[in-house]
């Protein structure tokens, strides 16, 4: 080895990486730097999404006919059980029952497959976070998007469901737009921060299924909360209070958008609306500075 | 650091590592009993881990890379050649010590975006965006990659599934898609040695096509003579240490007395 004479000799590494202006290899990006990448990145993250729900189906037979015939399933077996079978209409009478739970079931999966895709976001896909130099939020939000677009599938067969039991479409069909939208930022804030967990704590992969029934039974998926709890000598703040959750309020606004019998005043917590954009806001914001503040850290195993 | 060679005119350092230091941390990897408890353990305490094993896969390297230089990185299996690359492009966060780049070193791999139940078509599309390119170059640069595979020679595969694909094939596309970019500091991973003879030949070419582009070229190989050709000077690594950095020739003597060769 020999040194050449240089006028850089006696200088340190870190010295000689200012004088020429060298970054820190794998350093953090401002949180505006690191919403502009990501903005640039908008065409990877849709893709990415579109290619993991077409290669989910691509074996099966009937490909991509499996999308709408998942939630058809779904909801066929929810009828046979509660509509056939059990008869049961919790006091709603069987129309809007029916409705009710199947729009219930599908709003909830939409979280509940959000969280449960965001925990192995990063973990799930240690190997591309280790090949490749992209902002990491990319993979949590590209997982939700996923499973928005499994939602909008859904959605067709909702919406035969509850034409099927007498709701017809009418203009308050036309919130369901802003009331997905504010369930996916949600969702999406949601994937962050599980994601930011799941990669230093993988085995939240195996917890998160009972903590999300857990959370599925509390927020009244099955049986309407105010119903429920009337009649029981309690403060009507714990019933606002459990329809406040977040799971709650998005499935209750969807429930009163397309379902008759759904009286907004019977049914509704107070507030509903503007509780359901701030969980939106809060969980978007905050699940999102949540997973940045870490963005450096992923992919160490 | 000393460097090998003087070139007065080329003398920018691009890449600058002081004192790496990585760690992988691997879960479940201790043996015994009481698994479950130590991963309660694990959740509920902070800190230092129990039931987690560490693998110090480079211990304190440090040098100084050059523009114009191609540095061919060697060393046996599990010397932490790989790690090391993965460490300067970023990718692995650094335990302790710290790497400067210049601009956006990149690692010449795209498999790990790939995937197997996709058409070739949709995953060149998939690995070129992944690489950070725009729709539009991957559009213009799309035949191009799909000529260079030669993945169509034999009838139009591109259109089938990536599985249906034998393994050449496949390897051949990765390379492909990952070739079609052109880099400030590139790093290649053992990529010589995908595909048949006459692949090896074209990729070679291109290899060299994109160190003339690049600022800086690291080369990972098992293969001395791919060394020699393209790389003027070399690092050495063992058990995670630098063993030995300089020009190429010196430094593969002392390997080949080392490995017996």
């Known amino acids: ?51 993991k729900l077409t290669a989910q189906y691509s074996q099966a037979k009937l490909g ?13 077996v929810y009828f046979l059980i509660f509509g056939l079978i059990l008869q049961a209409d919790r006091g709603m009478g069987i129309k809007v029952y029916i409705p009710f739970l199947v729009t219930g079931v599908f709003v909830f999966t939409f979280t509940q497959s959000s969280v449960m895709a965001g925990v192995r976001a990063i973990s799930g896909n240690l190997g591309l976070v280790r090949a490749l130099h992209f902002p990491r939020a ?45 369930q996916f930022l949600f969702n999406m804030g949601l994937a962050m921060i599980m994601a ?46 459990l329809q406040w959750n977040p799971a709650a309020i998005y499935m209750d606004l969807m429930r009163w958008a397309l379902i008759d019998g759904y009286e907004w005043d019977v049914n509704m917590p107070p507030y509903a609306w503007a509780v359901a954009v701030a969980w939106a806001v809060l969980v978007a914001v905050g699940g999102f500075v949540y997973f940045w503040k870490a963005e450096e850290r992923y992919g160490r195993g | 650091m000393a460097v090998a060679e003087q070139r007065a005119d080329t003398h920018i350092p691009t890449v600058i590592a002081d004192e790496l230091h990585i760690v992988y941390r691997v879960n479940g990897a201790k043996t015994g009993k009481g698994s479950a408890t130590s991963a309660l353990s694990r959740i509920v305490k902070r800190g230092e881990e129990r039931g987690v094993r560490k693998v110090h896969a480079v211990r304190g390297v440090s040098f100084v890379a050059y523009r114009g230089e191609a540095i061919g990185l060697i060393g046996s299996n599990g010397s932490g050649k790989s790690t090391l690359l993965r460490a300067i492009a970023g ?56 000529d260079f595979s030669g993945i169509n020679e034999k009838g139009d595969f591109i259109t089938l599934p990536m599985r249906t694909y034998s393994s050449g094939m496949a390897a051949r596309l990765r390379f492909s898609i990952a070739a079609a970019k052109d880099h400030d500091v590139l790093m290649i991973d053992e990529a010589l040695a ?34 020699r050709d393209t790389c003027d000077r070399v690092l050495w690594l063992e058990r995670g240490e630098l063993r030995m950095d300089g020009p190429t020739e010196e430094v593969l003597k002392e390997y080949e007395k080392f490995t017996g060769k």
Not at chain 1, 149 to 163: A, E, H, K, N, R
Request: aromatic residues 8%.
């Open chain 1, 1 to 51: 080895m020999s040194a050449p004479p240089s006028p850089d000799d006696g200088l340190s590494p870190a010295e000689l990486a200012a004088k020429y202006g060298l970054a820190v290899s794998g350093a953090r990006p401002g949180l505006f730097e690191y919403v502009r990448q990501l903005w640039g990145r908008r065409h990877f993250i849709l893709a990415f999404s579109q290619a």
């Open chain 1, 64 to 76: 991509q006919l499996w999308q709408v015939a998942t939630p058809l399933l779904n909801a066929a």
């Open chain 1, 138 to 182: 990319s993979l949590p939000i590209s997982f939700s998007l996923q499973q928005l677009q499994q939602l909008l599938f859904s959605m067709i067969v909702l919406f035969c469901v509850t034409i099927g039991f007498g709701s017809y479409p009418s203009l308050k069909w036309l919130a369901i737009v802003p009331i997905l939208a504010l």
């Open chain 1, 196 to 241: 930011r967990l799941g990669s230093k704590t993988p085995d939240l992969a195996q917890l998160m299924p009972f903590v999300m029934r857990t959370w599925m039974y509390a927020s009244g998926v099955m049986f309407s909360i105010p119903l429920m709890l009337k009649g029981r000598d309690l403060p009507v703040w714990v019933t606002d209070v």
């Open chain 2, 91 to 146: 990718l692995l966060p650094a335990e302790k010590g710290k790497v400067y780049t210049d601009g956006q070193p990149s690692l010449l791999g795209v498999n790990a975006a790939l995937m197997n139940d996709l058409t070739g078509e949709r995953n060149v599309i998939l690995g070129g965006l992944a690489m950070g390119m725009s729709r539009e170059q991957i559009k213009s640069r799309y035949q191009e990659i799909v």
């Open chain 2, 194 to 227: 995908t595909g048949d003879r006459k692949f090896q030949k074209r990729s070679e070419a291109r290899i060299r096509e994109l160190r003339k582009h690049a600022g800086t070229v690291f080369l990972v190989s098992h293969n001395n003579k791919s060394i």
